[in-house]
C-alpha cells in the first residue's frame, strides 16, 4: 500500500517537476480542520493510484515558498502536476469522487 510522500520546498523540484509519472500535491497545515477531512481520501486514493500517480503532502507553515510560487491562498488545495507542470487544481474538502475524476482527467 502506498502512502503520501511528505515533500518540503527542497524536495519539490525533485519530487514532483522531475517525476516521471503525475503527482498530486496537497497543500495543508496541522491546525487547518478541513485538510485533516480529506486527509484519509488521499491516503485511500494514494493506494488506489500505486505506481500510476504520485501523492504528496507539503505543509505550509514549514515550507512557506512553494504554496507562494504557486498561489494558494486556502488549504487544502490539491495541484496536480503532469510533466512538471501544474494541470489541475482542487480546491477545499471535496468527495472523494470529485478528486478522483480531476486525477483521472489528467491521466486521460
Not at 480542520?33 to 493510484?49: F, Q, S, T
Not at 504520485?54 to 491562498?73: A, C, E, H, Y
Request: charged share 20%; net charge negative.
Amino acid at each position: 500500500m502506498s502512502h503520501p510522500v511528505e515533500i518540503t520546498d527542497a524536495t519539490f523540484q525533485h519530487e514532483v517537476v522531475n517525476s516521471d509519472t503525475p503527482v498530486v500535491v496537497d497543500f495543508w497545515a496541522e491546525w487547518c480542520g478541513p485538510c485533516k477531512m480529506i486527509a484519509p481520501i488521499v491516503e485511500e486514493l494514494a493506494g488506489e493510484y500505486d505506481g500510476k500517480v504520485k501523492f504528496t503532502k507539503l505543509d505550509v507553515d514549514s515550507n512557506p515558498q512553494t504554496p507562494m510560487q504557486f498561489g494558494i491562498r486556502g488549504i487544502p488545495t490539491l495541484l496536480i502536476f503532469s510533466g512538471g507542470k501544474a494541470v489541475g487544481q482542487v480546491v477545499g474538502a471535496v468527495p472523494k469522487s470529485m478528486l478522483k475524476k480531476r486525477v483521472d482527467e489528467v491521466l486521460a
